[in-house]
């Protein structure tokens, strides 16, 4: 797209280094380090900035922006999405929720959740000391279809882009960490409501840029909002193969044709370190369009953690719940000669 990108990540990736004139690891989120990288890349505050899920979240103030063209949300706009303004939002513009408390006992049929959760991160079926010192509250679970909408706002102006089943891993305390995305096609009806609640929010937080909205369908086709993501995240790449050098083209083609891609989380079983593995396996990805994010040299993986994702297409009648699982087992296979990871995945 005619620029040249400097990174700062904190996951190191071989692909990475294909697109980036440079880029910077940070292994822990630090706003004063963040701060001094990018002045040191851009210091008379020229050139064009995008900060991405995982480090917006700790953004403090409008410092790091600057003087910088924003691609992105203003931090003070991420800080009130994620905070209990959020509810009141919900409540002016009149968007179903679900129910919701500040306070309250371990309760089945109820989430706790952190207001800066993302990704099924920081969403917990009981108390564990990594929530009890959060900033949480109690969401009452919706059983239904878990849709996220993708769009992009320009100067007032909304545009979907498409929308996305999420997948998620089967972890009994964690039960929305996601483990992958596929687009989906919605009836028109469905879509329409889609397009008024993103419109609302789009209006009501002056958003910009690339976001994503995450919604539950219940089987009476009502629609629920859970999450505002004002932030480029998982589909990325997804609409970046839709879309090509006019993703971020608010005028550009409204039809574009539906495509069956998907992206899917390989998530590491295991502590996992880099010369433990298959290189010849991650070595031979490098080339492969499939796959992003994928592990370098001398990196230390902890379990749970991401090891990369997969892009793939599928089929009308595929069953993606499936395909999601094996794709997941086939890769750890191949990465770590075993195959006793199998019953844990499939």
């Not at 822990?28 to 480090?55: A, H, T, W």
């Not at 010369?275 to 993986?301: A, G, T, V």
Request: hydrophobic share 35%; charged share 30%; aromatic share 10%.
């Amino acid at each position: 797209m005619g620029y040249d990108v400097y990174a700062i990540h904190k996951y190191n990736s071989l692909l990475i280094q294909n697109y980036c004139k440079k880029n910077y690891i940070l292994k822990k989120n630090c706003p004063k380090k963040i701060k001094n990288i990018v002045d040191e890349i851009d210091p008379f505050q020229r050139m064009e900035i995008l900060v991405g899920s995982g480090f917006i979240e700790e953004v403090q103030n409008k410092t790091l922006i600057g003087n910088r063209l924003n691609r992105g949300n203003k931090p003070s706009i991420i800080h009130d999405i994620k905070s209990k303004k959020f509810f009141s939002m919900m409540a002016k513009n009149k968007i179903n929720h679900p129910d919701w408390k500040l306070k309250g006992k371990q309760n089945s049929g109820w989430l706790i959740k952190s207001h800066s959760s993302f990704g099924g991160q920081k969403v917990w079926l009981n108390f564990n000391h990594d929530n009890l010192t959060e900033d949480i509250y109690f969401q009452k679970i919706i059983i239904g279809q878990h849709i996220s909408i993708q769009f992009l706002v320009e100067k007032g102006k909304t545009k979907l882009l498409c929308f996305c089943k999420q997948h998620f891993l089967q972890e009994e305390s964690r039960p929305f960490i996601i483990s992958g995305i596929t687009t989906i096609n919605l009836k028109e009806k469905i879509k329409r409501e889609m397009l008024s609640i993103t419109k609302k929010i789009s209006k009501f937080y002056s958003l910009n840029g690339l976001n994503s909205i995450d919604t539950v369908i219940d089987s009476d086709e009502k629609i629920f909002l859970i999450e505002i993501n004002p932030r480029p995240g998982l589909a990325l790449k997804l609409l970046s193969k839709i879309y090509g050098k006019d993703l971020f083209e608010i005028n550009s083609n409204l039809n574009k044709k539906l495509l069956n891609l998907g992206t899917v989380v390989i998530y590491s079983p295991k502590d996992l370190i880099y010369k433990n593995c298959n290189k010849s396996f991650l070595i031979d990805l490098k080339k492969s369009k499939k796959f992003s994010e994928l592990p370098n040299k001398n990196d230390h993986i902890k379990k749970g953690s991401p090891i990369c994702l997969k892009h793939f297409s599928f089929l009308k009648n595929e069953n993606l719940e499936e395909k999601v699982k094996k794709i997941t087992y086939k890769f750890l296979k191949d990465l770590l000669y075993e195959d006793k990871f199998k019953s844990n995945i499939i």
